[in-house]
């Protein structure tokens, strides 16, 4: 097995491509867009946060959606129109509760693991993408939410992870600029924020370098494979060609799934929308009123990160809606509002939206090894820790291709 097709120019696919060519492998992406990170891997939340670590999985979650369904700012939103596949994951989802624990140190670990890989990355390839190693602040405005994310904290240093309670007055003198009170915090110093549109760019003309042919601007059609090859067919918007390759990775965050049917696999993502802002820090007052450690807001599930001197990033809130990927303003207000609150001398004056699909497994673990055909293999479904993650799938990824050849 030599040469490699891998499907997907997001943060997946090309920490996938640079692995694998890394190892001698003759490796071709193909990427519908015109250029690397456009979609989810464009304005996500920014953080490389392994004390996000904690799985969805648990009652508290199902309760929270019952209670948020009709609440159009509800930090959790289900459209109610049923539809088959989003009845099958969510009864998944369900089915994976007994694993909560488990799954949520396990993530941990693998964040834990990822970091030497991503940063050595970067350093070897001089990839500048406003990386802050300045920690990561949880903050909880109850004694029930903080209760539970001790408990958590607990379960984190089962995967390795450091994380202490904060007391307000600690959390003020971590992070000055915090408004509001609250009941108490967790700090992680080891965790960390950057942009990943820039990472994503600066590692895909790294695989240029290493001698991967990158496909941009190429829609794949259709996929095929047997017990010794694979083969791609791509549209380019003036013609069709198909490829022949020894193997194939799927790596196409939500269009993971329909891409698995073709080659005889069940690869249950699901599209959940999150939202993001990015606060432009125009004048002096701003830059220094906006926050320099990344927050994460349990009661909004908000996450923050400081991208360089003049941009704030605020994301989250999780959106079951199947493809849509319409920016609702009564989705963008609340993180508007929440700026506004807890950092009242930012302007908001400019504010830039977006929304993405994350690309989701019911068990909230990433989809990382073969399919049933040996030739065919699947990094995907890495959910709201893509980036977080990337590195070590990666490296998981192209051990398996390896194990293969």
């Given at each position: 097995?030599?040469s490699?097709?891998v499907?997907g120019?997001?943060i997946t696919?090309?920490?996938?491509a640079y692995?694998?060519?890394?190892?001698g492998?003759?490796?071709?992406?193909?990427?519908?867009?015109?250029y690397?990170?456009?979609?989810?891997?464009?304005?996500?939340?920014?953080?490389?946060?392994?004390?996000?670590?904690e799985?969805?999985?648990?009652l508290?979650?199902?309760?929270?959606?019952?209670?948020?369904?009709?609440?159009?700012?509800?930090?959790?939103?289900?459209?109610?129109?049923?539809?088959?596949?989003?009845?099958?994951?969510?009864?998944e989802?369900?089915?994976?509760?007994?694993?909560?624990?488990?799954?949520?140190?396990?993530?941990?670990?693998?964040?834990?693991?990822?970091?030497?890989?991503l940063?050595?990355?970067?350093?070897d390839?001089?990839?500048?993408?406003?990386l802050?190693?300045?920690g990561?602040?949880?903050?909880?405005?109850?004694?029930?939410?903080?209760d539970?994310?001790?408990?958590?904290s607990?379960?984190?240093?089962a995967?390795?992870?450091e994380r202490?309670?904060?007391?307000p007055?600690?959390?003020?003198?971590?992070?000055?600029?915090?408004?509001?009170t609250?009941?108490g915090?967790f700090?992680t110093?080891?965790?960390?924020?950057?942009?990943?549109?820039?990472f994503?760019?600066?590692?895909?003309e790294a695989?240029?370098?290493l001698?991967?042919?990158?496909?941009?601007?190429?829609t794949?059609?259709?996929?095929?494979a047997?017990?010794?090859?694979?083969?791609?067919?791509a549209?380019?918007?003036?013609?069709?060609?198909r490829?022949t390759?020894?193997?194939?990775v799927?790596?196409?965050?939500?269009?993971s799934?329909?891409?698995?049917a073709?080659?005889?696999d069940?690869?249950?993502?699901?599209?959940?929308?999150?939202?993001?802002?990015?606060?432009?820090?125009?004048?002096?007052?701003?830059?220094?009123?906006?926050?320099?450690?990344?927050?994460?807001?349990?009661?909004?599930?908000?996450?923050?990160?400081?991208?360089g001197d003049?941009?704030?990033?605020?994301?989250?809130?999780?959106?079951?809606?199947?493809?849509?990927?319409?920016i609702r303003?009564d989705?963008?207000?609340?993180?508007?509002r929440?700026?506004?609150?807890?950092?009242?001398?930012v302007?908001?004056?400019r504010?830039?939206?977006?929304?993405?699909?994350?690309?989701?497994?019911?068990?909230m673990?990433?989809?990382?090894?073969?399919?049933?055909?040996p030739?065919?293999?699947?990094?995907?479904?890495h959910g709201?820790?893509?980036?977080?993650?990337?590195?070590?799938?990666?490296?998981?990824?192209?051990?398996?291709?390896d194990?293969?050849?």
């Amino acid at each position: 097995m030599k040469s490699i097709a891998v499907i997907g120019g997001g943060i997946t696919g090309i920490t996938t491509a640079y692995t694998l060519a890394k190892r001698g492998y003759d490796v071709t992406v193909y990427e519908k867009h015109r250029y690397a990170a456009m979609e989810t891997s464009f304005a996500n939340g920014g953080q490389l946060s392994a004390s996000n670590a904690e799985v969805w999985n648990n009652l508290q979650t199902i309760k929270k959606g019952f209670k948020w369904m009709f609440r159009s700012d509800a930090p959790l939103l289900v459209n109610p129109k049923p539809s088959w596949h989003k009845l099958s994951w969510f009864a998944e989802f369900i089915a994976a509760i007994p694993q909560y624990e488990k799954n949520t140190t396990e993530t941990a670990r693998l964040a834990i693991a990822a970091r030497d890989y991503l940063f050595q990355w970067a350093q070897d390839e001089g990839i500048d993408f406003d990386l802050k190693k300045q920690g990561i602040l949880h903050i909880y405005r109850d004694k029930a939410g903080f209760d539970h994310a001790a408990h958590v904290s607990k379960l984190l240093a089962a995967g390795g992870l450091e994380r202490r309670p904060v007391t307000p007055e600690e959390m003020k003198s971590i992070e000055p600029t915090l408004a509001g009170t609250y009941y108490g915090g967790f700090f992680t110093e080891s965790d960390s924020t950057g942009d990943i549109h820039m990472f994503t760019n600066g590692l895909a003309e790294a695989i240029v370098r290493l001698g991967v042919k990158t496909n941009y601007g190429q829609t794949v059609t259709e996929l095929s494979a047997d017990e010794k090859h694979a083969w791609v067919t791509a549209y380019d918007d003036e013609q069709q060609h198909r490829d022949t390759f020894d193997g194939v990775v799927i790596c196409a965050g939500v269009g993971s799934r329909e891409l698995a049917a073709k080659l005889g696999d069940r690869v249950n993502v699901y599209p959940v929308k999150g939202y993001s802002i990015t606060v432009q820090l125009d004048d002096e007052q701003s830059q220094k009123a906006a926050p320099t450690v990344s927050l994460l807001d349990d009661a909004t599930k908000l996450v923050t990160s400081r991208l360089g001197d003049g941009r704030f990033r605020v994301a989250g809130t999780a959106e079951f809606n199947g493809f849509n990927r319409n920016i609702r303003d009564d989705r963008i207000k609340p993180l508007t509002r929440w700026v506004e609150e807890c950092f009242p001398g930012v302007c908001t004056r400019r504010v830039v939206p977006w929304a993405g699909l994350r690309p989701m497994m019911p068990n909230m673990m990433p989809r990382v090894g073969t399919g049933k055909l040996p030739t065919v293999f699947y990094n995907t479904g890495h959910g709201h820790l893509g980036w977080t993650l990337s590195a070590i799938t990666a490296e998981m990824l192209a051990e398996t291709v390896d194990q293969r050849s």
